[in-house]
């Protein structure tokens, strides 16, 4: 049905304006002052911003990990994110080494057709290199939409791969018009710390952080910078927690090398101090990059405010403490890594990064939407409030203040990273592609009215469209 935002101010990454916005069939087709439709239903968003439909570029929904399987799927995990003005995730889509990619691809479809409650499409992990692989990732960038590979340099004897795969990875990617995402921390040199402690006794949750030492995020970034730079390639640096790792992009980009960096907002508000937590609550911290020491923080901040780190995603990807974390209990290697952040993604970089003056509103647009649409192929359909673009839209209440909890959240999982954290800004509603999935802070959507999204390849965006100029 044809809609009327009415009275709402409206932000892009680059503007901020009244002015009403009007969709049709699920597309926006106006955006003017007074817009008037006898047919249309009329919407007030008085107070209120319109901010594009958040992108989550990095989820981890129903996925097996750590001997068990995430608590969130894409149904529970999609209703979070909606409820924090997500309208699409781009999920990990895990493969297995000697099966076809085309295979995994399957299992990821099976796992988020009737479930999705909002739109979706899938980043592919590359752990191996060979004649059939390399004849696969040209057809999954044409065929399946997939234009952005995964490749874990950590996590040795499970998901890792070796530099020489990451190099043929980005090698072929380039070639073909993909991007190449890197979990960048050094396994091999995790693999003997952690074996190490484990001998000495040391089995609590913080040494999950002191295992992995900034120093070995910095070591495996700048080497994934360098290959990037050897190849002429596009690298996509995921969760960056560290100094150390955004140095080294820094130092990359300041050089010509096409390296993005992304961070998330638990490496923004916690630190490793919460892994000391008593009753070994520590292990509802468990992040692989693990959470830093305070002073961490500021640079990542900094970072965002001056564009050497681009983008927001949650790392969704969480566990129940009780029968999940718990599987850790003697033995902090065996804690499952990660948690639940999907849902208060936008709002956490909203009360903490705009309302406390760290980055402006037009950033916050560009860190947690326009920028990921952008680089993974969705932009202009996704990513801005302009006329052709979907109608993804979050009515945003700048003003509200609320306190993260499990009690409120609308995840499966039993707890929340950020339990009594105190925030300013809260959606309202939410449009997916016209229609309401959050009405009044409801949730009225269907599973399985999420959409597969096909990508462009790397850099579409840049493409000018010629053919589209008047003559
Ligand atoms: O601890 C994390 N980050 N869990 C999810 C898997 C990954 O490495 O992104
Ligand atoms: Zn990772
Ligand atoms: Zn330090
Ligand atoms: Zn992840």
């Known amino acids: 049905m044809t809609k009327i935002i009415k009275n709402g101010c409206i932000v892009t990454a680059a503007d901020t304006f009244m002015a009403d916005v009007k969709m049709e069939d699920g597309i926006i087709t106006a955006i003017g002052k007074n817009l008037e439709d006898d047919h249309a239903e009329i919407i007030d968003a008085k107070g209120a911003y319109l901010f594009p439909g958040g992108i989550d570029p990095h989820t981890h929904l129903d996925m097996p990990f750590g001997g068990t399987v995430t608590k969130d799927d894409f149904e529970s995990g999609t209703i979070g994110a909606a409820y924090g003005g997500t309208t699409t995730v781009i999920d990990f889509c895990l493969t297995d080494k000697g099966k076809p990619l085309s295979e995994a691809i399957s299992t990821w479809h099976a796992k988020s057709k009737d479930k999705a409650v909002i739109d979706y499409g899938f980043h ?230 705009v309302k406390k003056d760290r980055i402006t509103l037009n950033q916050f647009v560009d860190l947690t939407s326009t920028r990921a649409a952008k680089l993974f192929g969705l932009y202009p359909q996704k990513g801005s409030i302009a006329v052709g673009s979907d109608a993804d839209i979050v009515i945003y209440d700048p003003n509200v203040e609320r306190v993260l909890s499990a009690e409120t959240h609308h995840l499966t999982v039993d707890y929340s990273a950020f339990e009594g954290m105190k925030v300013t800004g809260e ?37 000018i469209k010629t053919e589209t100029l008047p003559v």
């Open 124 to 353: 592919l992990m590359i752990s191996e290199i060979n004649d059939e692989v390399l004849q696969e990732i040209p057809r999954v960038i044409e065929e399946e939409g997939i234009s952005s590979f995964k490749v874990f340099m950590a996590y040795k004897d499970v998901f890792q791969a070796d530099d020489g795969t990451l190099y043929q990875t980005l090698e072929t990617a380039k070639k073909h018009g993909g991007l190449v995402m890197v979990h960048a921390e050094n396994g091999d040199v995790i693999d003997y710390l952690t074996r190490k402690a484990l001998e000495e006794g040391h089995t609590d949750p913080i040494y999950h952080a002191l295992t992995r030492p900034p120093e070995i995020e910095g070591e495996a970034t700048g080497r994934a910078c360098q290959l990037t730079a050897l190849t002429n390639s596009h690298l996509y640096v995921v969760h960056v927690s560290c100094q150390d790792a955004v140095d080294k992009i820094t130092e990359a980009r300041n050089k010509g090398v096409d390296v993005w960096g992304e961070t998330c907002p638990q490496y923004l508000v916690l630190d490793q101090s919460d892994l000391e937590k008593p009753n070994f609550e520590g292990a509802k911290y468990v992040w692989s990059p693990p959470l830093r020491e305070k002073h961490h923080q500021d640079v990542l901040w900094n970072a965002l405010k001056t564009g050497q780190l681009q983008t927001i995603g949650s790392d969704q990807c969480s566990f129940d403490f009780k029968g999940q974390k718990d599987l850790g209990r003697d033995d902090f290697t065996k804690i499952p890594n990660g948690g639940p952040i999907i849902e208060d993604r936008m709002t956490i970089l909203f009360s903490e990064g």
């Open 427 to 463: 959606p309202v509603s939410v449009l997916s592609r016209g229609e309401f999935v959050i009405r009044d802070k409801q949730f009225v959507g269907r599973a399985g009215n999420g959409q597969y999204l096909k990508r462009e390849k790397y850099g579409s965006e840049r493409r």
